[in-house]
């Protein structure tokens, strides 16, 4: 179970690089699969991934005081980073009725993708030594992106949805995020154990690139602010793009 690499995958190493060509044939596979499936089909498979993410979660929460942080107290894995969100969501579709539910699937269709591809794309904290986590990471964002797909598809049957009640969602998760960055730092009291949810501790500098530049210049909270609306318009612009119907094209037919 404890089993690690002799040398530890980098990001854009030959390991990463080969993750990320595998994993877009395989969310065209699951396209190609899922596209004629119904509403109802496509909900349950969301539900579902949802409920294995959380299975999946509960392992690395038994995993990591065992084989990564021995014997230390730490909150780093506290299950409440965005990409975290997914699992949630996703369980919560299966009870989720009317307004609250397209909440659901817009969030799934926006910030869900951005939150996944920010991840496979910067890696960091995802290149652990142990194996059995390393693989558990990559598999649980990938299937981020399945339950993405699936809610697309709904959205794309049903008409786009309003974008402002998945961003207020968004903003709840976020400041109970920042609870728990502000709980967990009078615990634990150090950067590298504590937690840093959504990534915008209000006590240390963005380690994001650009953003740790802003927070020196303009201070925490500005680039806090800055962070999350940066995050929110990506992913309002990639749910626009998402959304967007063919055209039909009109045929002139010529008088005889």
Known sequence: ??????????PFGIVHLSILGVIPVLLILCYFILRDRRTVQLEKLIGCLGLIMMLMEIWKQWFVPRYVYVGVKSTWFFPW????MSMYVGFLLFF???RFRDALLVFLSSYNIVA?????IFPYDMMRPQIPLF???FLYHGLMLVQSLGAVLILKKAGRKPFLPACILFCIMAAMAEVINVISHHLIHDFSLEANMFNITPYYPST???????AVKLGIFPEILIYLGFITLLSWGLYRLLMLKKKPISVSSTPQ
């Open 116 to 120: 996944a591809l920010g991840a496979l």
């Open 135 to 137: 693989v558990h990471s």
């Open 1 to 10: 179970m404890g089993a690690r690499f002799s040398e530890t995958p980098l």
């Open 81 to 84: 980073q965005l990409c975290s």
């Open 96 to 98: 989720a009725r009317g």
């Open 208 to 214: 994001q690139p650009v953003f740790h530049d802003i």
